[in-house]
């Protein structure tokens, strides 16, 4: 099923795999954002290498006999993958020794190709053709005000709320922040004894993110509803055999994967009003 993989052509047996794919799973739970909020798409395998992009009016028209969507554009998967090396000494000393297997170098292969993957679902990959939910063009864009100070967040976030109802796009509204907004929030409110970010976390029922891979000062409003926009995964994150040089090991985390924004319209992005 997986033998694309090269795993059962290496010389590493199965407890060093299992071992392998803890680590890169838990790093994946751990580090990936985008997927904590957009609905999922798949797998749908491995071989699958385009999906369908349909805007919110789309049509079929006959034409000569040839009948075809219109509104509809396909987007090719991208490959994203991320290289490492084990060294053969340090395999054999886990494997005769009983020392812990160091997985050091896969930890930081799957952190990387974690934050690509968010990378892409906020900003997309312009040479690929992806849009991602800030580059996407038809996106509600707000100003905002300073959010260190008053109750600036609570009400542009709650107009950011009403923009998206006006809209029609109805749903689990949630909000994205960078790491310093994120900060910024964490401060009691005069008068009601509560911090903004918990006020906010009670007007999203929970729903508020922040990730490092977006650039400061940057924040998103979104329903993020399977109608509106989701993340199509053709092969899910996995870890692959590449080579064996010199005895030591080189695997390839791999995935495809590609965000798929059908109503652009679903998203508000706060623009710095200073």
Not at 184 to 195: F, N
Not at 217 to 222: C, D, E, K, P, S
Not at 267 to 272: I, L, N, P
Request: proline fraction near 5%.
């Amino acid at each position: 099923m997986d033998d694309f993989l090269g795993r059962s052509a290496s010389p590493l047996d199965e407890e060093f795999w299992s071992a392998l794919d803890r680590t890169v799973v838990e790093t994946a739970k751990g580090l990936l954002t985008a997927r904590r909020f957009l609905p999922l798409c798949g797998p749908l395998g491995a071989g699958v290498q385009v999906a369908p992009v349909d805007r919110p009016v789309r049509t079929e028209r006959t034409e000569d006999g040839f009948t075809f969507a219109e509104g509809r554009t396909y987007v090719e998967l991208p490959q994203l993958t991320e290289d490492f090396w084990i060294l053969w000494r340090d395999v054999e000393a886990a494997k005769r020794e009983g020392l812990p297997l160091d997985l050091h170098a896969a930890h930081m292969a799957a952190q990387a190709l974690c934050r690509r993957e968010d990378r892409m679902g906020f900003y997309g990959v312009k040479r690929l053709g992806v849009e991602g939910l800030l580059s996407v063009g038809g996106t509600n864009v707000l100003d905002r005000g300073d959010w260190s100070a008053g109750e600036s967040a609570f009400t542009d976030i709650a107009a950011g709320m009403a923009v998206l109802q006006q809209k029609g796009r109805i749903g689990r509204i949630t909000l994205v922040l960078s790491q310093d907004l994120f900060v910024q929030l964490h401060r009691i409110q005069p008068g009601t004894g509560l911090t903004e970010i918990e006020r906010i976390r009670s007007l999203l029922e929970g729903r508020l993110f922040q990730t490092p891979v977006l650039q400061p000062g940057t924040a998103l409003l979104l329903c993020p509803q399977p109608q509106y926009m989701d993340l199509v995964v053709g092969q899910d994150i996995r870890t692959a055999y590449a080579e064996q040089l010199d005895l030591n090991h080189r695997f390839r985390i791999l995935e495809t994967a590609c965000p798929r924004i059908k109503s652009p319209d679903a998203v508000v992005v706060y623009r710095s009003a200073q």
